[in-house]
């Protein structure tokens, strides 16, 4: 199983809603990130998860808030988002932490905050 | 920290060849290479670490030179699946989890 899957892949709210993004994968991978992707621009890094440990959060607003329940599992929890945050938002990951360690990407959620 | 991409879009036909370069203002250690369709999720397509080697993978090869802190992506006699977005992409040194994509280069093949 090479798969990073996220749910869901479409997802409306509203600026009072709270909501949230999971992304699964079953590869024994140890980092996972999220990114937020506006369009027509690349993938911003928002965090990274480095054995179930948050080692980087991109001065990201506390509107969004990462959670790694375990080695497989990422989520990211939305709170009182702004219509600027709709986005595509990616989750990926990789064996480990080196320079020779490609990402594996999941297929993104396409968020709109109304 | 974001390397740049030149050129930002490219438009070619069939079966003709395309340069795409990524430069950093910062040292680079490795660079990553990606591509991404429309609608769709990035896509590994190689990894050159340092050394200055050339690694390729069908008629897409890629070259690294870490002393001018350049990468070169070269797609040769393209096809029509080659168009998409493409994304070099680097990690810090001591912290390759921090990885940043590239500008963006956006390619179009035309039959």
């Known amino acids: 199983d090479t798969e990073v899957t996220q749910t869901p892949k479409h997802l409306v709210m509203g600026m009072t809603n709270k909501k949230s993004l999971k992304c699964e994968q079953h590869?024994?991978?140890?980092?996972m990130y999220w990114y937020k992707q506006k369009a027509k621009k690349p993938p911003e890094l928002m965090f990274v998860?480095?054995?179930?440990?948050?080692?980087i959060n991109e001065s990201v607003p506390s509107r969004f808030s990462p959670e790694c329940p375990n080695s497989s599992l990422l989520n990211l929890h939305l709170h009182a988002l702004q219509p600027e945050d709709s986005a595509l938002y990616l989750c990926?990951?990789?064996?480990?932490?080196?320079?020779?360690?490609?990402?594996?990407f999941g297929s993104g959620t396409q968020l709109s905050v109304l | 920290q974001q390397p740049v991409q030149s050129p930002q879009a490219v438009i070619l036909r069939e079966g003709e060849d395309a340069v795409i370069n990524c430069s950093s203002s910062?040292?680079?250690?490795?660079v990553h290479w990606y591509r991404q369709k429309h609608g769709e999720a990035p896509v590994f397509l190689m990894i050159l670490l340092k050394g200055g080697e050339q690694k390729g993978h069908d008629k897409i090869s890629a070259s690294f030179n870490e002393k001018k802190q350049q990468s070169s992506l070269y797609l040769t006699a393209s096809q029509l699946s080659y168009s998409g977005t493409y994304f070099c992409g680097t990690g810090g040194q001591y912290n390759f989890n921090k990885f940043y994509f590239g500008s963006g280069t956006k390619l179009n093949v035309k039959p």
């Open positions: 998860y480095s054995y179930e440990k948050l080692s």
């Open positions: 910062k040292a680079l250690y490795s």
């Open positions: 990926a990951s990789s064996q480990g932490t080196g320079s020779n360690e490609k990402l594996f």
């Open positions: 590869m024994g991978h140890r980092a």
